[in-house]
């Protein structure tokens, strides 16, 4: 591969794939040329190819992986360092000045980074006073801290959601946003407490790169609706929608990985749009707790009594629930997780499957300063049986760490979030 004509490279990683699938993408259509551009898993390709300008996206819970990358980076090439994603709106001065990046985007950045590439290429790749009229930076110049404002994109589906000049595909984005702001997400912060949606009809159309089709989307269910609500018709208009590209042999998976429903929208009406147009086996089920006064305590707005009904109804129409939780909420009592513990047994003595998860304080949520519970005897004994006997999913172990991390991370650096609404409410 010639290197020469690569002025931008894009640092991609398991995690940050389907962000950088959508940018490019967004990118690609504004006339950007993608040719010019680098995509990467491998860092030492980026290093031999000398680029101008390095993208980056990357989460809290990465940032010390990241670190260590943008020194190899800074010592070998000096690029323009640009970063995106949740860590980066959150916390933008941490961004530049601990991890060493020369700009952070803030928001939603399919805009923003085509005239933030556009801008950086005029001025032979420096970063100037021109940079203040793009919304959705944060960055130096000399001493002083500029911050443009949010970025926001309200018809993000103006922007198709995969590239034509790469050959790259990952599950699509049909809605963006969440109305339920649970203390302890990220989501409605970045990205909006009213959901907007793609599409039909763009949905189908893209809908034909995909072997087994799947979706990004915070509730799978609430498509079509501003989010709170349920609005069966429309879901049930995106699935029938799709038929035709079942019939060519393609495999429809909804309300499942790499998105989840929530309890309070699992009806017999929406999982009987399942059995009939999809080929989900498993559906996701967000529950989080088996206390309504945690469920409460963390606004999550719906009960104990929703979880047991989505569990019957899935296992009732031939559905394997996978119920996740998570253990460790801030004052959580060891009653509490006593409840959860039970309502863990009741699923899968059903037949259902238990994901577990240990709470981490993410910046830019109202717990980013909320310290851990410890787990009880009881709830340690439990996980740790249940996962040798290969009965409980998820990655609670090694969150407990990465946990530890983000709560002294929180305690040296925090700042005030960057938020699509303003403010945003802290609890601890």
Partial sequence: MSYSSMEVAVRLTRRNHNAFVHLLAALESQGYDLSNILVTKDLNEIVKAKPKVVLYSFYSQEVDEVKKEVEILKEKINPILVAGGYHAIAMPKHTLNVLGFDIA?????????????????????????????IKGLAFYLGERFFFTGFAKVEDFWKFPPYPEGLKLISPMEISRGCPFGCYYCQTPYAKGFRMRHRPIDQIVKYSRRMKDMRYITPNAFAYGSPGGILKVEKVEALLRALQPLRKEGRRLFYGTFPSEVRPDFVTRETLELLVKYTDTKRIAIGAQSGDNAMLKAMHRLHKVEHVINAVELSLEYGLEPVVDFIVGLPNESPESQKKSIELMKWIMRKGGKVRAHYFMPLPGTPWARCKPSPLSNEMKKFLGRMAAEGKIEGSWGVQINISRRLQKLMEEFYEEPMSYHGKVKMLC
């Fill in 105 to 133: 985007v803030i928001g939603e950045g399919e805009e923003t980074l085509y005239r933030l590439l556009t801008s950086l290429k005029k001025s032979n790749y420096k970063i100037t006073k021109e940079l203040t009229d």
